[in-house]
């Protein structure tokens, strides 16, 4: 497994309380993404790093921010958490090729987050 | 603009008897494309991928897939299903867009495998 990891892997927290999920990365990929995944879905892309302090928003960016201050972690804030951002939130890491295409995702285990 | 459509929510297999999974897409531009499988409670894990190179793609665990451009699919197959391959399966397109790059997931498929 890419060496990829997420903290924490469950949390349980009250409508309009700050969260911060963090991933970590050991590979030093470039590309850093956090998505979060619902039923009926797939993933949806949040918000997505393209280096250091580089960052871009994804299709689902609202209520959340990022930040990306070394090239191995990318936080996910949600600045006031809503019962709808109750989901499985994935982080994940690509590299691009020489040949410039677009290479595969790594994907972290998940972090579940269930705001109440 | 980039979508990807996967034709079939749920599918059901006997053990043994051969998978499709379909799956379509649309890109204005020559797109990379992929299979992941997710396993409950698991995070995604990628079965192949498809970067412009030969058109039938071989991945892990038995699965292909084969590019045809004219029928703008990317169908995932495997001839004889393990109970093991039940588990959710996601089509991804990923190219080009203007100022950056776009990846999209396809709801995902989820296969039963019948004993």
């Known amino acids: 497994d890419a060496g990829i990891t997420q903290s924490p892997r469950h949390k349980v927290t009250e409508t309009g309380t700050p969260v911060t999920l963090r991933c970590h990365q050991t590979?030093?990929?470039?590309?850093m993404y956090w998505y979060r995944q619902d039923p009926g879905h797939g993933l949806r892309l949040i918000h997505y790093?393209?280096?250091?302090?580089?960052?871009d928003k994804g299709e689902v960016s609202d209520g959340y921010s990022v930040s990306r201050s070394k090239t191995e972690d990318f936080l996910l804030t949600l600045e006031s958490a809503t019962s709808s951002q109750t989901s499985v939130y994935f982080c994940?890491?690509?590299?691009?090729?020489?040949?410039?295409?677009?290479?595969?995702?790594?994907f972290g285990p998940g972090t579940r987050l269930t705001v109440l | 603009a980039q979508s990807v459509t996967q034709l079939d929510s749920h599918v059901s297999v006997s053990e043994g008897t051969p998978v499709l999974l379909r799956c379509n897409y649309s890109?204005?531009?020559?797109?990379?494309l992929f299979w992941y499988v997710q396993h409950p409670n698991k995070g995604l894990q990628l079965l192949l991928k498809?970067?412009?190179?030969?058109?039938l793609v071989k991945g892990i665990n038995g699965f292909e897939a084969e590019f045809k451009k004219s029928e703008t699919s990317f169908h995932l197959t495997k001839p004889s299903a393990h109970m093991s391959d039940a588990a959710e399966y996601f089509c991804?397109?990923?190219?080009?867009?203007?100022?950056?790059?776009?990846?999209?997931f396809g709801a995902g498929t989820r296969l039963f495998v019948k004993a």
């Open positions: 991804v397109v990923s190219g080009p867009y203007t100022g950056g790059f776009k990846t999209i």
């Open positions: 498809y970067t412009s190179a030969a058109t």
């Open positions: 790093s393209y280096g250091v302090k580089d960052t």
């Open positions: 590979e030093n990929h470039r590309y």
């Open positions: 890109s204005s531009y020559s797109p990379s």
């Open positions: 994940a890491i690509s590299e691009r090729d020489r040949a410039n295409s677009y290479n595969e995702q790594f």
